[in-house]
């Protein structure tokens, strides 16, 4: 008796299980796009806009390297003035991507390859603010006294910033568990006959009949 008992009482109960990343490849975009972000664009090009304040007058620091502080003034001078302007704006924006983006990309990097649901609520907080900065920053390349020249390179190089947001919440979204779903415990063999008997009787009078 006490064993059917507990087993109505638990059998609702189970467990989530995440999904292997081989069952999710519409995940790997979103890794690849965390990856080039801590690995090229918040530690390489905006920490240089943070380390060096005056793209016109400084010397070379430690990190990022020569050549890679020439490529970013490179692109800055033939695309994107506000890129060398540096307002106050903007530099903001830029210790927001290396003091809260990068340590999320870290962590959103292990949550879509491992598949944990904990990053879900994180991925909407990222997704708005990049979202909202992206905005921010393409009105003052159009429209700005820094406005750029060349505004289809500037929206082809800008672009997957603006979309990706719209893709993680939308990921994110959907699922209540977006990497994982919720296994049952096994029933073992004869059980199953056994359950579906019982079910027929109301669950009060069940145990009412086996006191």
């Known amino acids: 008796v006490h064993g ?10 189970g467990h989530y299980v995440s999904f292997p990343l081989s069952k999710r490849l519409f995940d790997i975009p979103f890794i690849i796009f965390f990856f080039f972000n801590l ?10 806009t943070l380390v060096i304040e005056n793209p016109h007058k400084f010397t070379y620091p430690i990190w990022p390297t020569p050549i890679m502080v020439d490529i970013i003034h490179w692109w800055g001078k033939t695309f994107d003035p506000v890129l060398l302007a540096r307002p106050v704006w903007w530099r903001a ?60 390179a500037v929206w082809i190089a800008n672009l997957p910033w603006l979309l990706f947001p719209i893709f993680i ?36 009078n069940y145990l009412h009949n086996h006191q």
């Open 4 to 13: 059917d008992f507990f087993f109505f009482v638990n059998m609702g109960k």
């Open 39 to 48: 690995l090229f664009v918040t530690y390489i090009i905006d920490l240089e």
């Open 93 to 152: 924006t830029i210790w927001l991507d290396v003091f809260l983006f990068g340590p999320y990309y870290v962590f959103a990097l292990y949550a879509f390859i491992r598949g944990r649901d904990w990053i879900k609520v994180p991925s909407f907080v990222y997704s708005g603010i990049l979202f909202a900065n992206v905005v921010i920053i393409m009105m003052e390349e159009m429209c700005g006294p820094n406005k750029t020249h060349s505004p289809t």
């Open 169 to 204: 919440i939308a990921r994110m979204w959907l699922c209540k568990h977006p990497f994982s779903e919720k296994h049952y415990p096994s029933i073992k063999k004869g059980t199953h006959e056994k359950l579906k008997e019982k079910q027929a009787v109301p669950f009060y």
